[in-house]
């Protein structure tokens, strides 16, 4: 299945108000979004970085992490009036502009 970010914001609002039943106010929607991203940097840590997996964590996947990351992000979004797909084109356009050449004259890139 493909969506836009505009149809998952629908999607993720329309299944908060049906079966959510309403969204978590900001503040808790911002800790859940920061648990979920250490959810991923625990797996990171674990699958690329130097630490070892627990017993307890051979059930984890990357993925399904990341997705719930996106999920209170979008609520999050949704929350407070953000248009995710224009908020990424704006910033794919300063980080164009900022960074025209100074990720290709980074030597530490080649």
């Not at 908060?16 to 900001?26: A, D, H, S």
Request: hydrophobic share 40%.
């Amino acid at each position: 299945m493909s969506i836009t970010i505009k149809e998952a914001q629908e999607i993720v609002d329309k299944w908060i108000t049906t079966t959510g039943v309403r969204y978590f106010n900001e503040l808790t929607n911002t800790a859940m979004l920061m648990e979920e991203v250490g959810e991923v940097a625990r797996i990171m840590a674990r699958q690329y970085g130097e630490q070892s997996f627990k017993q307890s964590d051979k059930e984890v996947n990357l993925a399904d992490e990341m997705a719930d990351v996106l999920f209170v992000l979008i609520c999050l979004a949704n929350q407070t009036g953000i248009d995710l797909t224009e908020a990424l084109q704006k910033s794919l356009d300063k980080k164009t502009k900022r960074d025209a050449d100074r990720h290709q004259n980074n030597k530490k890139l080649r």
